[in-house]
């Protein structure tokens, strides 16, 4: 496609021709600020209305994605139609978008980019990343939909994030720790306060985790958000004697009390659960108990604890998500080990990863990612190495890794893919090994 074109000529491209020419529209992958995106929201008459009646954005470092999951699955439970926005995807652009539960199709997405198009080209061209016209479109298709809920999911910002042009009626934070220094920085307060750029005057807020710095209830004060944060005005607690069923205790925006107990574990952060649960009645949601059931013990996220055979795909990739797999990862059965496969961006704090894993995995294989972020394989064995782990192989890709695992893995063996997003897709792409043979002593391991 020609760097400018008069905005009643576009040609017909496919979705996949869309993304690539999305990925030529600027200089650099990441450049945070609202400025550009909002003028071409505004060209494209995102503003002259709300996209659905009510909006729930969702940022924070970890739990973001399942957070928004079972925003969406309690809220169709309960006959609501909700649409979302996530980001990254794993296998398909098109996850990024679903209405009532369906990603969306090549034709709506492409029709969504050719509004961004002619909105960017209008009068004075635009510039924007990919991640800006995405989101454009992702706002364009939601808008359409006709929902009852919108779940918007933050990028790896808050303020100045290309979400944040949308005003929520229920803003969360789930966690806050350190990831994308190269763009957020290492002070923790400081990223709070980037984080809790999403809250709105007046409007909800939902502090997801006990543990956030003090930064983000401050910056909700300045703006007299009315606050909800986990353990204070909503909490969780296991039933005695029956580790699988836990109850919810929250608060109503006039400060009535609900409680739901006897709820299932979803297999996600129960922290997150509850958020969801918390954002959805401040929403207005009147929930019920058998929904709310029902909701929670069916939804699924790709990637999160995932387990397909004895592979355990995780796309964590900073040592608060490391922490969190480490001490849910369940023991391989008698007799097995657990394996770790890992593969992770260059500019991921790899130590830290590395030293929350190696307390459960003491068996590895490492592979590259490639681009200009992906780390060596070499790199990341250098690293287990040091922290005390062994080193098996190392590989090209995911893909060989597992192809290398299949020769090794004994019946009771267990394997945690992890490290980044790109990893989980890679091996989410093709069907997972399982691998029958016994792995005799230590001769190939990497000393």
């Not at 990441?30 to 009646?53: H, T, Y």
């Not at 079972?70 to 649409?83: K, N």
Request: glycine share 10%; proline share 5%; charged share 20%.
């Amino acid at each position: 496609m020609p760097d400018s074109l008069p905005s009643n000529s576009l040609p017909t491209l496919s979705l996949d021709q869309w993304l690539h020419h999305l990925e030529t529209l600027h200089p650099v992958g990441i450049d945070m600020g609202l400025e550009r995106v909002s003028q071409v929201a505004r060209r494209m008459g995102l503003f002259l209305r709300p996209i659905a009646p009510c909006v729930i954005t969702v940022a924070g470092t970890n739990g973001k994605g399942s957070t928004l999951a079972m925003i969406e699955s309690v809220a169709r439970a309960h006959g609501q139609r909700v649409g979302t926005y996530t980001s990254p995807h794993l296998l398909r652009y098109n996850e990024r978008v679903k209405v009532d539960g369906q990603e969306a199709d090549d034709q709506l997405l492409i029709k969504g980019f050719e509004h961004v198009e002619r909105a960017r080209l209008q009068d004075d061209e635009i510039s924007l990343t990919y991640f800006e016209a995405g989101t454009l479109c992702g706002l364009w298709c939601l808008s359409q939909a006709e929902l009852d809920i919108a779940v918007l999911e933050v990028g790896l910002g808050g303020r100045l994030d290309a979400v944040n042009i949308i005003d929520a009626d229920v803003a969360i934070v789930t966690t806050i720790a350190q990831d994308h220094a190269n763009f957020l920085g290492t002070d923790l307060a400081q990223i709070g306060r980037e984080k809790a750029g999403i809250f709105r005057s007046g409007k909800p807020a939902v502090l997801g985790s006990q543990t956030l710095p003090a930064s983000v209830a401050e910056y909700a004060q300045t703006l007299a958000a009315p606050t909800w944060v986990l353990g204070q005005q909503f909490s969780h607690h296991m039933k005695a004697n029956e580790r699988s069923k836990w109850c919810w205790q929250g608060q109503q925006a006039n400060g009535e009390h609900v409680v739901i107990d006897d709820l299932p574990d979803p297999g996600l952060p129960i922290d997150n659960a509850a958020t969801a649960l918390q954002a959805l009645v401040l929403a207005g949601l009147a929930l019920e108990k058998a929904a709310v059931q029902t909701a929670l013990s069916t939804v699924q996220l790709a990637g999160r604890m995932q387990w397909i055979g004895p592979w355990c795909l995780d796309v964590g990739h900073n040592p608060h998500a490391a922490e969190y797999v480490a001490h849910h990862l369940p023991l391989a059965p008698q007799g097995g080990r657990q394996w770790g496969l890992i593969g992770m961006l260059n500019d991921k704090d790899l130590d830290g990863v590395i030293k929350a894993l190696v307390i459960r995995i003491s068996d590895w294989v490492c592979v590259s990612l490639t681009g200009e972020r992906g780390c060596p394989a070499s790199e990341l064995s250098q690293r287990i190495l040091a922290h005390g782990g062994r080193v098996h192989f190392c590989a090209d890709t995911p893909e060989a890794g597992a192809v290398w695992l299949a020769n090794v893995l004994a019946p009771n063996d267990r394997v945690l893919a992890t490290g980044s997003f790109f990893t989980v897709a890679a091996l989410l792409a093709g069907p997972l090994p399982t691998g029958v043979a016994l792995l005799e002593g230590d001769g190939n391991e990497i000393r």
